[in-house]
C-alpha cells in the first residue's frame, strides 16, 4: 500500500506545473553540464561561489572563488571555478571511501513510517529521518495532522544486512503531543518520536543545515528511501540537480511511491532537500520521462524560525544546531558481520585524514550573536562605528538586519574591517554559571562564508614562520550553556579566521595579566551575576608592520563590562602594548614583540585609539577622570586592577 491520497495529488499537480513553466531554462543549463567547464555557469555567480567555499570545509586545498569576478565572466575566475567543480562534483563516480562510510551512518537515522489511521489499520507508507535526537521529518501528504501521526509508527533497520538476511527492526510510535508542526505549501511534518535517547541514540541523526552553499545545478544527489513500503534502498549518485527554484530543487533520480519523505542528499552527506514529488517531464527520457521535486532545507527551516511555539517545543527546536551523536556502537546483524550499507560503484580508494576535532556549524542561520542585554537592568550595546569606519567594514552577505557589517556567532559577534581584512573588534557575553571547560581539540580554522575571502586574512599569512592565530574571543569564553553541545558549539565558532589576529609566537607571554582579566573580573570581582561582557580588538594602526600584504597590529585593547552586587554598571578598559607605545612614542627599526606589556586605560582613551563609541560606558568607567595615557596604570598583578 501506498501514499496515493488526494494530498499527493495535489502536490504532484503542482510540481508537474513547476516542471513544465522551467522546461527551457533547464533544458539550458542540462546543455552546459554537458561543456567542460560548464558546470560553473550554469547556476548564480553567488551559489558557484558559495558552494565552492562550502566544499573548502571538506577538501582542505580549495580556496574561495571571487563571485563578483564570476558575475563579471572573468576568463580566469569561470576557469578556475570550472576546474574546481568539475574536479569534486563531475567525478565519474570516483570518489573517496570516506563516501561510503558517510553513507552507512546518514542511512542509520532513516525508518519506515507506517501511516495508519485512528483504528490502527496500515493506510499507507512513507519514509522519514530523523533530524535531531528527538525530531523525525517527512512529508505533510505523509503525515498530514497530529491524529495521523497519533496513530502511525516508524520502523528503523528495516533493511537487509551485508549477508543477505533481514536486520531486526526497531519501531516507534510517533508522539505529536510533544511536538507537531506540518505545512502543506512546503509538503513537510516535524514530529517528535516517542522513545528515550538511549533507545534512539544508535541511529544518529541528519542535521538540517539552513546555510547556501549545499548545492548547485550539477551537483550530484543521492537518495536514501523505502520505495513502495519495502526495504531500504538508495538511489545512488548517478542523479544531479538541474534547476534550483526559490523553494524547490529539481533532480533526475530513480524514486517510486512509499519514497515520499526520504532526505536527499549532496556528496558530503549533508541534506539539500525533502523529496516529495515523482512527475513527468520533458527531455529525461533516460528516467522514464520523469523529474523528481525537493523542498530544499533552507526553506524548511525558515518556516520554522517564523513559527511560535511553547518553551519546551522551542527547546526541541534548538536542538535541531546540535551535532548527530552516533556513539553507541552499531548493533551486530546474525552472524557477527558488522552493520555496512551495500554499495556497488567504482571507487577510488585514497584515504583522507581523519577530520580535525573542530567542527563549525554550518548553518549560520541560527547564530543570535552578541546580546546587548545580556548583562541584568543594564543595556551595553556593541560599539558604533563613525561614517568612515562604516565605508571600511566587511558586509555580511546573511545579514537579516540592521547594521548589516554585523557578525552574529553563538554567544559573539565580530565587526571585520575589509581593507585591514582583520576585525575592528569582537563582542562576547560570558555567563560564569553556565560555563563548561571543554578540553582543547586540534584546531581547525575556517573562513567565514558570510564575508568575501578577500576580506579576511585566512591561512597564508601563517605559514613557515613564527606567527601564531591569536583569538580575540576567547575559545571559552563564549563556551557556556544549558549543554555541552550548546556550550561546543561556542567554543568551536571561535576558530573562525574574522575571530583571529596573526600574533608573534611571543605575544601573550605575560598571561596571568591579560589572558586572566576576564577571569579575574568575573569570580573575584563584586560581581553580581557572574555575568560580563567584553569588546576586544587590535588598535588598526596606519604605521603597523607590512608582512605578506597584511599590516601586524601592534597593540590590543579590551573593555570588560559587568554589573557590581549594588546594581551598578562598571566598565573598565586595558590596553596592551609596548611601554614606549603606551607613551606615544615611535620605536625605530624593527618591531620588537617581546616587550608588551599590560595596561588598565581609561575606555575613553580606547575610543582614541580606535575611532569607535562605546556609549555609556566611559561614565561606568573607574577611571573616567583619567584622560591621557600618561596615566594609564601598568598592571602587573591582578591586585593593581581598579574595579
Known amino acids: 500500500m501506498d501514499v496515493t491520497t488526494d494530498r499527493q495529488s495535489e502536490q504532484d499537480r503542482a510540481a508537474a506545473a513547476r516542471a513544465a513553466e522551467r522546461t527551457g531554462q533547464r533544458r539550458a543549463k542540462i546543455a552546459l553540464l554537458r561543456k567542460p567547464g560548464g558546470i560553473a555557469e550554469a547556476d548564480e555567480p553567488s551559489r558557484v561561489a558559495t558552494r565552492i567555499d562550502r566544499l573548502g570545509r571538506y577538501y582542505p586545498d580549495v580556496r574561495p572563488v571571487n563571485p563578483a569576478a564570476i558575475a563579471a565572466g572573468d576568463p580566469k575566475a569561470m576557469a578556475d571555478a570550472g576546474i574546481i567543480l568539475e574536479r569534486i562534483v563531475l567525478t565519474d563516480d570516483l570518489l573517496g571511501v570516506g563516501y561510503l562510510e558517510g553513507g552507512v551512518t546518514a542511512s542509520a537515522a532513516i525508518g519506515r513510517v507506517n501511516i495508519r489511521d485512528g483504528r490502527g489499520r496500515l493506510t499507507g507508507y512513507g519514509t522519514g529521518s530523523m533530524v535531531s535526537p528527538d525530531l523525525m521529518l517527512t512529508n505533510h501528504h505523509v503525515l498530514p495532522d497530529a491524529a495521523t501521526a497519533g496513530s502511525s509508527v516508524v520502523e528503523f533497520d528495516y533493511q537487509d544486512g551485508v549477508d543477505g538476511l533481514p536486520r531486526p527492526v526497531r519501531a516507534f510510535g510517533l508522539d505529536p503531543d510533544r511536538f507537531f508542526v506540518a505545512d502543506e505549501a512546503l509538503d513537510f511534518a516535524l ?48 542523479n544531479r ?36 514529488a515523482s512527475v513527468p517531464a520533458e527531455g529525461h527520457a533516460e528516467y522514464g520521462g520523469f523529474l523528481n521535486e525537493g ?168 605559514r613557515a614562520n613564527p606567527l601564531d592565530r591569536g583569538h580575540l574571543v576567547r575559545r571559552l569564553d563564549p563556551a557556556w550553556g544549558a549543554t555541552a553541545a550548546i556550550a561546543q558549539l561556542g567554543n568551536d565558532d571561535t576558530f573562525h579566521f574574522t575571530n583571529c589576529s596573526p600574533q608573534h609566537k611571543d605575544f601573550n607571554q605575560n598571561k596571568t595579566t591579560w589572558a586572566g582579566l576576564e577571569d579575574y573580573v568575573l569570580n573575584n570581582a563584586d560581581n553580581a ?90 561614565d561606568a568607567d ?19 586592577l581598579v574595579l
Open 191 to 238: 514530529v517528535a518520536v516517542k522513545a528515550t535517547g538511549d533507545e534512539l541514540r544508535p541511529f544518529g541523526f541528519n542535521r538540517l543545515i539552513g546555510s547556501e552553499g549545499k548545492a548547485i545545478v550539477g551537483d550530484f544527489v543521492t537518495i536514501i528511501q523505502h520505495p513502495r513500503g519495502g526495504k531500504k534502498q538508495v538511489a545512488l549518485r548517478e
Open 241 to 276: 540537480i538541474v534547476d534550483v527554484l526559490e523553494k524547490f530543487l529539481h533532480y533526475e533520480t530513480d524514486t517510486e511511491p512509499g519514497s515520499s519523505g526520504s532526505p536527499v542528499f549532496n556528496d558530503q552527506w549533508e541534506v539539500v532537500a525533502l523529496h516529495h
Open 295 to 462: 523542498i530544499r532545507v533552507s526553506r524548511l527551516l525558515e518556516f520554522l524560525r517564523g513559527q511560535q511555539f511553547t518553551l519546551a517545543q522551542q527547546g526541541l527546536l534548538d536542538r535541531l544546531s546540535t551535532r548527530p551523536e552516533r556513539d553507541a556502537p552499531a548493533q551486530p546483524v546474525p552472524g557477527g558481520a558488522p552493520q555496512v550499507l551495500t554499495l556497488t560503484m567504482p571507487v577510488d580508494i585514497r584515504l583522507r585524514a581523519a577530520p580535525e576535532a573542530v567542527v563549525i556549524d554550518p548553518d549560520y542561520s541560527n547564530r543570535a550573536g552578541y546580546d546587548p542585554d545580556f548583562l541584568p537592568g543594564h543595556t551595553v550595546p556593541l560599539p558604533t562605528l563613525p561614517e568612515a569606519l562604516v565605508a571600511v567594514a566587511a558586509t555580511n552577505r546573511q545579514a537579516a538586519g540592521e547594521p548589516r557589517y554585523v557578525l552574529p556567532y553563538h554567544h559573539f559577534s565580530v565587526v571585520m574591517n575589509k581593507v585591514r581584512r582583520l576585525a575592528f573588534f569582537t563582542a562576547v557575553n560570558i555567563d560564569g554559571r553556565t560555563s563548561r571547560s571543554l578540553r582543547r581539540d586540534p584546531d581547525r580554522w575556517s573562513l567565514d562564508p558570510r564575508v568575501d575571502a578577500g576580506e579576511q586574512v585566512g591561512e597564508e599569512i601563517y
Open 529 to 618: 551575576d557572574l555575568k560580563v561582557s567584553v569588546v576586544t580588538g587590535p588598535v588598526l594602526a596606519e604605521d603597523d608592520d607590512h608582512y605578506r600584504g597584511v599590516r601586524l597590529p601592534r597593540q590590543f585593547w579590551k573593555v570588560v563590562a559587568m554589573v557590581k552586587a549594588g546594581g551598578t554598571l562598571s566598565a573598565t578598559a586595558y590596553l596592551l602594548s609596548q611601554e614606549e607605545l603606551i607613551h606615544g612614542l615611535e620605536v625605530a627599526g624593527e618591531f620588537s614583540y617581546g616587550a608588551y606589556r599590560t595596561y588598565q586605560v581609561p575606555v575613553r582613551r580606547i575610543e582614541t585609539l580606535t575611532g569607535l563609541s562605546f556609549g555609556a560606558l566611559p
Open 622 to 640: 573607574p577611571l573616567t577622570g583619567l584622560e591621557s595615557t600618561s596615566e594609564a596604570k601598568e598592571i602587573r598583578a591582578l591586585d593593581d
